[in-house]
């Protein structure tokens, strides 16, 4: 084994080794790699032969995220892959088997000792059923649905007791997630209201009495001196009851990633406040609870707008093991399962100097599916704008586009050399094998005519409701939840007034409304004028 270092949140979590422990902690404070690692390691190893489940939001989460951060921490300390655990296959004979084997191994950890670890996403029907669990880890809580947690995998945390009730660790659950903002998402919170502080400061206290005795103890052999008997009671008296108070302690834990500056270090912190928006930053940097604000252009979109819908048998064959940067590499639109490879992929597209952006989607059922976004900045212009495009969905079957566009595409070239933005669009579609039909929409919609359209498209009373794949969305969700709004003359404005500006500490560019005005253009041009087209598959979205 070897030594890794491990932050003051990390060691305090470790100690207190509470049953139900839930870590509320910026990013990079090391939730993953420092908490959920050292946790599901340390109840795989002392519990021989059980099953824990590690529940996340969708599949892709996990593979691209989750658990790269346990294998990596494992890793860290000598616990190797196919030495010590195999994934998403029969372990060896040379493993002892569980208590309960699982009926199938495609998203099972299976350790050495007989210990496995299933997958639970909550994106795969009836992950959880018919399994008997000793613990759980549930990793991005904020993105969890409690229903679906408190009907199908709470109830499988019953495990052996026989087995393992003696430890404190059998049943216990950890949780971790960053700030939640609004109501959704927050069903953890509470626990900090079932959090007995005294408990804490005498598990606290007792851990602090062992470390004395077990130095002691060590000290004495050291000089080869014999240990008291007296002294070995009171350590097994000091544990005991430890155990007693550890399986039925709650610890709530709230945490900024200022707490993990040694590692983070100042200028991490100082480029997050520059390039997050300040909601992101109050949330997902110093962890402060802070509501949605309902005032903004998109005023009627909800948390019900937001879909998954991750293709998990194609993610399943890129296999374990890999890291988060070689997976979203590897992503493509194969690993999509809201589009329809039949129909075209309708496109709307803003045009800046600094930032151009292709916002992407497709009708079904009354709903406007905005499977995708992308962007380039700077010296990446369009043409490398649409090479982006049509090498993600490069094994798309009816490679055709629908692009909607309005006057702004004629007539300027300030994101290109010399012809228009809808000449270099046709033109460059075309070049990679695309066909391309270009639908006018005319001058650029007033914006109170655009607010109120769009703010009853969310609303449902328009023929098409905008829904956004998370996954695939994330800049563009940050633009359009952040979007401000002024009153005019002519009513509602988006307000767009830092659009133009250099970089600041306030935003970064992707995270402007220059992303919502494709957005809006795509809105605009599927809901007004829809081109018909057939198809003959179906797709599906959560």
């Known amino acids: 084994m070897k030594q890794v270092y491990l932050n003051k949140i990390q060691q305090r979590v470790m100690y207190i080794a509470a049953k139900t422990t839930v870590v509320v902690a910026g990013r990079r404070t090391g939730k993953t790699f420092g908490i959920g690692a050292p946790f599901a390691l340390r109840n795989m190893q ?77 994106d795969i029907t009836g992950s959880s059923n018919s399994l008997t ?15 679906k947690l408190k009907d199908e995998t709470l109830p499988a945390n019953g495990g052996i007791r026989a087995h393992f009730g003696h430890h404190s660790c059998h049943h216990s659950i950890m949780i971790m997630s960053d700030m939640p903002v609004g109501s959704k998402g927050s069903w953890f919170l509470n626990y900090r209201e079932k959090m007995d502080v005294e408990v804490i400061q005498t598990i606290e206290s007792l851990v602090i009495e062992e470390w004395k005795m077990k130095q002691r103890v060590r000290d004495l052999r050291a000089k080869r001196k014999p240990v008291p008997s007296y002294l070995k009671f009171h350590l097994r008296s000091n544990n005991r009851l430890l155990n007693q108070l550890r399986a039925a ?31 992101v930053f109050q949330t997902s940097i110093l962890c402060k609870r802070i509501g949605i604000s309902r005032d903004g252009f998109y005023s009627s979109m909800k948390e019900s707008h937001k879909y998954h819908a991750a293709n998990n048998e194609y993610l399943a064959t890129l296999g374990y093991g890999k890291s988060e940067a070689e997976y979203k590499r ?83 070239n300030y994101a290109v050399n010399k012809e228009d933005f809808k000449f270099v669009i046709e033109r460059e579609f075309k070049r990679h094998g695309w066909k391309i039909k270009s639908v006018y929409l005319g001058h650029p919609m007033r914006h109170n005519e655009k607010y109120l359209l769009i703010n009853q498209g969310f609303a449902g009373k328009k023929r098409l409701t905008p829904y956004f794949n998370i996954d695939n969305n994330e800049d563009l969700l940050v633009a359009i939840e952040s979007a401000g709004v002024m009153r005019g003359r002519n009513g509602f404005h988006k307000y767009k007034a830092g659009e133009k500006l250099a970089e600041n500490e306030e935003n970064l560019l992707e995270h402007r409304t220059d992303g919502t005005d494709a957005f809006d253009t795509l809105y605009i041009g599927m809901n007004n004028k829809p081109v018909k087209v057939a198809s003959i598959n179906t797709y599906g979205v959560n």
């Not at 860290?76 to 493993?95: A, C, D, L, M, Q």
């Not at 669990?133 to 229903?147: Q, T």
């Not at 709650?250 to 928006?277: A, C, H, Q, W």
């Not at 952006?357 to 497709?362: E, F, R, S």
Request: charged share 25%; with cysteine.
């Open 46 to 122: 002392r519990m021989p032969g059980s099953t824990g489940g590690i529940v996340v939001p969708t599949f892709r989460h996990g593979l691209t995220n989750t658990l790269p951060g346990l294998f990596s921490f494992w890793k860290s300390i000598g616990i190797i892959e196919n030495v010590h655990y195999v994934v998403g296959k029969r372990p060896p004979k040379t493993f002892k088997e569980a208590k309960i084997e699982p009926r199938e191994y495609e998203h099972v950890i299976s350790f050495y000792n007989g210990s496995r670890a299933v997958l639970i996403s909550q």
């Open 133 to 147: 669990l000793d613990w759980l880890l549930i990793d991005e809580a904020k993105f969890i649905n409690f229903n």
């Open 249 to 279: 302690a709650v610890l709530y834990v709230e945490v900024s990633t200022i707490e993990n500056l040694e590692v983070v270090g100042e200028n991490y912190i100082r480029d997050m406040k520059r390039d997050l928006p300040p909601l």
């Open 330 to 412: 590897l992503l493509n639109s194969q690993a999509d399962r809201d589009i329809n490879p039949n129909l075209p992929i309708c496109i709307g597209m803003d045009y800046n100097a600094n930032i151009n952006w292709i916002v992407a989607g497709q009708e079904r059922d009354g709903r406007l599916n905005v499977l995708k976004s992308f962007y380039v900045k700077f010296e990446r212009k369009i043409p490398a704008l649409i090479e982006d495009f049509c090498d993600y969905y490069r094994n798309h079957s009816k490679k055709q586009v629908i692009f909607y566009y309005d006057s702004t595409a004629l007539g300027s």
